[in-house]
Structures are given as structure tokens and as C-alpha cells.
């Protein structure tokens, strides 16, 4: 026989009972559509983390509390209270870190504000005036408050959409002053909408000169980051390593193992996000992989049904004079074509599916979700759906070709 006739004769055989292939497939389709739906979710969710990161710009450098975590389990080594105000004066010297642009401190927290009745859960960030510039923040209205602000710890303070929303329903907040742990703080200024699109969700935020959340709501005297800018692109990484060294001579540490802090470019972050975010993406489609397999031992159990209904064709045909090996070429060539129109279907329906849901995520989120089409997971899907077909074809295929025709002419 030749490969076009074991070709056709396979079709022939796959289109006699399309319900029964169909529900044969099924597991491939939806094994295939997940990993699909996964992998494009998770490049999405990826493009849209790393954009985030790069649009602090990619000379912006971070110092953060506590060492450079060794392990997973590792979590004490994030937390700390080792970057002070002496550490500010060091690296603000030239003399220190030359190619220094910007630098801003800033304290984290939360609390709840309040405006007559109206209350809300706010997250606290303290910062200079420089995070206008560096988080490229516009309010809609009021203005930013100004470095004398800072100075002199003023009660002001720049609210984000939402809590303008819960405290002041249709009022205008300018100008109004909220309390926050029972201190009063005039409203400045009022951000847009972000819609959580951003690195930090500043449509919950209360934003106030760092010196004001440190004396009168945080009751601390440390820093819980520290963001800094270099002149230029092409000078992050001697800047990263200037503020490093400055930071050993301000803590007194001779030997690196032992920093109580941790500096990151924003490669350095992108490069651990990227890690991070695919490891994971690819751990869930690794899960929903699963369902290839249940689909592969469907497709065997099926071909062996088959094999046993067509015993007597496989009989006829091999008195004909077809030989063990063009049976065992039809049974897992119909093996094989399942498994593909299963991928492609699964291909097909996965992307599908990935892309509605992308522009859902895009409406509801109102984030730049791009939708990606996983080229690699495709490809992925193609072989194995057809290594499948070959794995698990294979020994309904043999049992097949292994039949006496004699034998097989009598079977009723």
C-alpha cells in the first residue's frame, strides 16, 4: 500500500464515526486550550508588569531595607530598619555617588481617613515633591506639595481617585481637610484615575511629604525605601555600585554577605519579575498539561475499541495482501490525525479565548493588557498532541498489525 492510500483509508476511518472521535479528542482539545489560555495570559500579564517597572524609567535605582533574600523561605532578610537619614546625607554627597540625578526617601503605611461621616481605608506613602517627576504623576486637580512642605512637615496631602470618591461622594475635595489618626490634613491636590494600571495603586493612596507620615502618623525615624536617579542610562550601574559602597561605609560593613540592604536597577527588577512570571505561567500550563494525558489514555481506550469493532476489515484487508506494517501505519496515522485536529482545535479555541479575555481585562481593569499570541505554546501544542497520538496509538496500532487474518475473518 501506498502512504496516499493508508492516507485516505485512515480519513475514511476516522469520518465513519465522527461523534465517537470528536468526544475522542475532547481531552486533547481542552488540554491544548488551556496551556493555550496560559501561556498568552501569562506573556500578557508579563508585558504589562515589565511595562509598568520600565516606566519608572530605566535610571532609576532602589534601595530597600534588610539583605538580599538567600531562599524562598528567606522572608526576615526583607524587612528592616536600616536605612536612616545619615544614609540621605551620604549618598547626596558628590563625593560618594558622582553621577547621583535624584533622590527621594520614602515610608509606607495605612490608615483610615476620614471627612465628616465618611471614612476609608487609605495606604499611606511619604515621599518629596520629586514624585511627581519620578512616578510621572498629573493631578487633575490642585498642585503637588512643594519642597518647603517638606521641610516643615506640613499637614497637607494628595489624595488618589478613590479615596476622593468615599470621602467627598460629588464635593469638591480642594481645599477640605481630612484626618487621618486624628490629625488634620489639607487636600492639596486630587490624582485621575489610574485604574490599578500602575506600579503602585495610587487611587488609594494619601500621598504627604515623608517627614509629616514619619513624626506625626508612622512614629518612625527609618526609611522603607529609598528611589534614586542616575544623570544617564549608561551610568546606573556604576551609580548602583557607588550607592552600595557609600551605604557599607555608612553601616560599617566590611564584608558584602553581610548587607542589611538591597540595591535594584530596574533591569535588575525586570529580570526577576520576568523570571518569576514565567516560571509561574509555565508551572500552570505544566497543570493544565494534565489534561493531555487523561486525553492520551482516551485515545488509546478508543483505538483499542476500534481495532476490536474492525477486526474483521483489518482481516479482509490483510487477505488482500496489506502487510502488518500497512495496518499499523493506518491505526496510528488515525492515531495521529486525532491528536493534530485536537491541537489545532485546542490552538484555535485557546487563543480565541485568550483574546476576548484580554480585552475584558483591558475594559475592567482599564490597564493596557496586550493580547499575545504564544507562538512557542502553539508550536509546543502541535508536537505534542502528535507525540500523543504516537505514545498512546502506538500499542492499539501493534495489537492491530499482530492479528492472524484467519483469526480475524472468523471474528463475529
Given at each position: 500500500m501506498t502512504y496516499k492510500h493508508i492516507f485516505q483509508t485512515s480519513i475514511k476511518g476516522l469520518s465513519t464515526n465522527r461523534s465517537r472521535s470528536f468526544l475522542t479528542i475532547l481531552g486533547i482539545v481542552i488540554g491544548i486550550t488551556?496551556?493555550?489560555?496560559?501561556?498568552?495570559?501569562?506573556?500578557?500579564?508579563?508585558?504589562?508588569?515589565?511595562?509598568?517597572?520600565?516606566?519608572?524609567?530605566?535610571?532609576?535605582?532602589?534601595?530597600?531595607?534588610?539583605?538580599?533574600?538567600?531562599?524562598?523561605?528567606?522572608?526576615?532578610?526583607?524587612?528592616?530598619?536600616?536605612?536612616?537619614?545619615?544614609?540621605?546625607?551620604?549618598?547626596?554627597?558628590?563625593?560618594?555617588v558622582p553621577y547621583l540625578k535624584s533622590i527621594m526617601p520614602t515610608v509606607i503605611g495605612s490608615d483610615t481617613a476620614s471627612y465628616n461621616s465618611n471614612t476609608y481605608q487609605t495606604s499611606i506613602f511619604g515621599a518629596t515633591e520629586l514624585i511627581a517627576e519620578i512616578f510621572d504623576l498629573h493631578p487633575s486637580e490642585g498642585r503637588f506639595f512643594q519642597r518647603e512642605d517638606v521641610i516643615s512637615s506640613a499637614d497637607v496631602v494628595v489624595i488618589g481617585s478613590e479615596v476622593a470618591t468615599h470621602l467627598f461622594d460629588n464635593e469638591d475635595p480642594l481645599g477640605q481637610k481630612i484626618k487621618i489618626k486624628g490629625r488634620n490634613f489639607k487636600v492639596v491636590a486630587v490624582l485621575p484615575p489610574t485604574?490599578?494600571?500602575?506600579?503602585?495603586?495610587?487611587?488609594?493612596?494619601?500621598?504627604?511629604?515623608?517627614?509629616?507620615?514619619?513624626?506625626?502618623?508612622?512614629?518612625?525615624?527609618?526609611?522603607?525605601?529609598?528611589?534614586?536617579?542616575?544623570?544617564?542610562?549608561?551610568?546606573?550601574?556604576?551609580?548602583?555600585?557607588?550607592?552600595?559602597?557609600?551605604?557599607?561605609?555608612?553601616?560599617?560593613?566590611?564584608?558584602?554577605?553581610?548587607?542589611?540592604?538591597?540595591?535594584?536597577?530596574?533591569?535588575?527588577?525586570?529580570?526577576?519579575?520576568?523570571?518569576?512570571?514565567?516560571?509561574?505561567?509555565y508551572f500552570l500550563a505544566a497543570v493544565a498539561s494534565i489534561a493531555l494525558f487523561v486525553g492520551g489514555v482516551g485515545i488509546m481506550n478508543i483505538m483499542l475499541v476500534s481495532v476490536t469493532e474492525r477486526t474483521r476489515e483489518i482481516g479482509l484487508r490483510k487477505a488482500l495482501g496489506a502487510t502488518d506494517r500497512d495496518i499499523l501505519s493506518q491505526f496510528l496515522l488515525e492515531a495521529v490525525l486525532l491528536t493534530a485536529i485536537g491541537g489545532v482545535i485546542g490552538i484555535i479555541l485557546g487563543s480565541s479565548l485568550a483574546f476576548i479575555i484580554s480585552l475584558i481585562l483591558s475594559k475592567v481593569l482599564s490597564v493596557d493588557w496586550q493580547y499575545v499570541f504564544p507562538w512557542s505554546g502553539a508550536i509546543l501544542g502541535l508536537v505534542v498532541s502528535a507525540l500523543i497520538g504516537l505514545i498512546f496509538g502506538g500499542y492499539p496500532a501493534k495489537q492491530a498489525a499482530s492479528k492472524s487474518p484467519i483469526e480475524a475473518l472468523r471474528y463475529e
Open positions: 488551556a496551556i493555550m489560555l496560559v501561556v498568552s495570559l501569562g506573556a500578557g500579564a508579563q508585558s504589562l508588569i515589565l511595562g509598568q517597572v520600565q516606566g519608572l524609567g530605566t535610571n532609576t535605582i532602589a534601595v530597600i531595607p534588610g539583605r538580599e533574600p538567600t531562599s524562598p523561605s528567606d522572608v526576615s532578610s526583607l524587612f528592616g530598619d536600616s536605612l536612616k537619614q545619615k544614609d540621605i546625607v551620604a549618598l547626596q554627597n558628590k563625593s560618594n485604574g490599578g494600571g500602575s506600579l503602585f495603586n495610587f487611587d488609594s493612596m494619601a500621598l504627604m511629604p515623608y517627614t509629616t507620615a514619619q513624626t506625626y502618623l508612622l512614629g518612625i525615624k527609618y526609611f522603607n525605601r529609598i528611589i534614586m536617579q542616575s544623570l544617564t542610562d549608561a551610568q546606573v550601574e556604576s551609580t548602583a555600585e557607588d550607592v552600595k559602597l557609600t551605604l557599607r561605609e555608612s553601616h560599617n560593613i566590611t564584608d558584602p554577605t553581610k548587607d542589611d540592604f538591597t540595591v535594584q536597577t530596574q533591569q535588575d527588577l525586570a529580570n526577576r519579575l520576568t523570571t518569576i512570571t514565567s516560571a509561574l505561567t
